[in-house]
Nanobody, 120 residues
Framework: QVQLVESGGGLVQAGGSLRLSCAAS????????MGWYRQAPGKQRELVAR???????NYKDSVKGRFTISRDNAKNTMYLQMNNLKPEDTAVYYC??????????????WGQGTLVTVSS
């Protein structure tokens, strides 16, 4: 059993910053790709940023230059530094992990989500 737990969400004014964390726990050996997704009210879940276990990244166009994704493979933890936040960044942010290698095989997992609210 692998669990992903997000933290770091909250309420911030436009122009402010937040740092999200996602920690994977359980009997796992490695994680392939990790990513942050978000879902705003009435909208579909969308990819915000992804990072491979080698450190390659890609971002949604609207967050490039403002958000930075990183990970600590030794701690099975991923981060999202969000700067210059805008009201349109308001959403529930979800952590995702693909190709988690465990004693039982490979699996994917999602976190429970953390709410980010940006006020204007």
């Amino acid at each position: 059993q692998v669990q992903l737990v997000e933290s770091g969400g909250g309420l911030v004014q436009a122009g402010g910053s937040l740092r999200l964390s996602c920690a994977a726990s359980g009997s796992l050996f490695s994680i392939g790709v990790m990513g942050w997704y978000r879902q705003a009210p009435g909208k579909q879940r969308e990819l915000v940023a992804r990072i491979t276990n080698g450190g390659s990244t890609n971002y949604k166009d609207s967050v490039k230059g403002r958000f930075t994704i990183s990970r600590d493979n030794a701690k099975n933890t991923m981060y999202l530094q969000m700067n210059n936040l805008k009201p349109e960044d308001t959403a529930v942010y979800y952590c995702n992990a693909e190709r988690i290698v465990t004693v039982s095989g490979r699996l994917d997992a999602w976190g429970q989500g953390t709410l980010v609210t940006v006020s204007s």
